[in-house]
C-alpha cells in the first residue's frame, strides 16, 4: 500500500489510537463539503455514542473543502464524535479510506466495525444500527450493505455478482434473450426486499468487520476509484468471509456527486482514464491475463454489436462519448498485462 503525509485538524491529534471504538465510521470527501456535512448531520444521533466516532478524510481538490468541514465540526460541538484528517494528496477512494482506517487498526483498541460511507449519503435513522446489530448476530458475515435509494426512495440496484469475462459480453450487448441465457452472469441481479447473501456490495455504506482487514489487508489503493470495493469483497470470499444485502438499513444515495459517471439514467459524460484502469486492474489482478484479455475481447465484441443494432434500431444513444476507443486504448490488447 503507498503511503502519504496527513495532517490531523486542531483538537483531533491521536483521537483515532487512543479511544476505545467499536465503531468507526470513515468518510472521505472531494470537493463535496456541504454534502458532507449534511451526511454528518444525518449521523449524529447514531454515531454521537459511546464507542462510536466519524472521520472525515480530506482528499484535497483545489477549494477550501478542509477548512469549510473544520469550520463546522467546531460550531456544531461536533468534535467529540467527529475527526478531520486532511491529505496532502488525492490518491483516490481507497487511499482516503485507508489513511483513516490503518492508524485505527493498528491503534491498542481497534474497532470492532468500520462503516465505509460516501458523503453524498443521506442515512435514515436506526440504518447505522441495523448494520450492527446484523454483523453481531451473524459472525460468519464479513461485511454488510444497506439499501441504498434515491431521495424517493426508490431502490438502486447495491448488491452484485462479480464482473467476469461473460458478464463483460452481456452488459455490452444488451440483448434481453441473452441475458436470459446467461442469467448467472448478469452484474446486477434484481433488487430483492429480503436480507440475502451476495457476491459484493457498493461501497456507500458498507459495514466491514475488523477481522476481514486483518485476514486480506486494506483496501487496494492501486485503484483510483471504482472497482475498489469489488476487488475488496472479491478478496474477502477467496478468504472465506460472506457478504450481505440488508434492505432495512436504508440510506439515500445521490449518485455520482462527486465523479458524475454514475447515473445511468442519463447521457454520461466521457468515462475518465482511471476507470478503464480500475477495470483493467480488477481483471488482471483477480482473474490473470488470460481471463483479463478475454474479458476485454468479449468486451469489444459485445459493444460493437450493441452499437449496430442501435443504430438500426434507432435507439438513443446514451453512451460516453469516444467510449470505444477509450476502451480500446486502455485494454489490456494495448496496455499490456503488467499491473501498475
Not at 135 to 155: C, F, I, K, N, W
Not at 290 to 319: E, F, H, N, S, T
Request: positive net charge; charged residues 25%.
Amino acid at each position: 500500500m503507498s503511503s502519504g503525509r496527513t495532517k490531523t485538524c486542531p483538537n483531533t491529534d491521536n483521537v483515532l489510537v487512543c479511544a476505545e471504538m467499536n465503531l468507526l465510521i470513515v468518510i472521505v470527501n472531494y470537493r463535496t463539503a456541504d454534502l458532507t456535512l449534511a451526511c454528518l448531520r444525518s449521523l449524529r444521533e447514531q454515531a454521537d455514542q459511546p464507542g462510536r466516532r466519524a472521520v472525515v478524510v480530506d482528499s484535497p481538490g483545489g477549494d477550501d473543502s478542509a477548512t469549510v468541514l473544520a469550520d463546522a465540526i467546531a460550531r456544531e460541538g461536533w468534535s467529540r464524535w467527529v475527526s478531520l484528517i486532511a491529505l496532502s494528496q488525492n490518491g483516490g477512494f481507497a487511499y482516503g479510506n485507508n489513511a483513516a482506517i490503518r492508524p485505527a487498526l493498528q491503534s491498542n483498541h481497534p474497532p470492532k466495525y468500520f462503516l465505509l460511507l460516501n458523503p453524498d449519503t443521506v442515512v435514515h435513522p436506526g440504518a447505522v444500527d441495523e448494520l450492527v446489530r446484523f454483523l453481531d448476530e451473524h459472525p460468519q458475515a464479513g461485511m454488510v450493505g444497506s439499501r441504498l435509494e434515491d431521495p424517493d426512495g426508490t431502490p438502486q440496484a447495491s448488491a452484485f455478482r462479480f464482473p467476469t469475462a461473460l458478464s463483460e459480453l452481456v452488459s455490452t450487448m444488451r440483448l434481453g434473450l441473452l441475458s436470459k441465457l446467461l442469467r448467472r452472469s448478469v452484474v446486477a441481479p434484481p433488487i430483492q426486499d429480503k436480507p440475502h447473501e451476495t457476491q459484493w456490495l457498493a461501497g456507500a455504506s458498507l459495514l466491514v468487520r475488523r477481522e476481514v482487514f486483518d485476514d486480506i489487508g486494506l483496501l487496494d489503493d492501486g485503484y483510483f476509484l471504482y472497482y475498489e470495493e469489488v476487488d475488496f469483497c472479491f478478496r474477502a470470499r477467496r478468504a472465506g468471509w460472506t457478504c450481505w444485502y440488508l434492505p432495512t438499513s436504508r440510506v439515500v444515495h445521490l449518485v455520482g456527486a462527486s465523479s458524475g459517471i454514475s447515473d445511468s439514467r442519463k447521457s454520461a459524460p466521457r468515462r475518465p482514464a482511471y476507470w478503464f484502469e480500475s477495470r483493467r486492474r480488477y481483471f488482471l489482478k483477480c482473474f490473470g491475463p488470460l481471463r483479463a484479455a478475454m474479458a476485454d475481447l468479449l468486451w469489444i465484441v459485445g459493444y460493437c454489436l450493441w452499437r449496430v443494432r442501435r443504430a438500426i434500431q434507432r435507439k438513443p444513444d446514451l453512451d460516453p462519448p469516444h467510449f470505444l476507443n477509450d476502451f480500446l486504448r486502455h485494454s489490456v490488447f494495448r496496455r499490456g498485462f503488467r499491473l501498475i
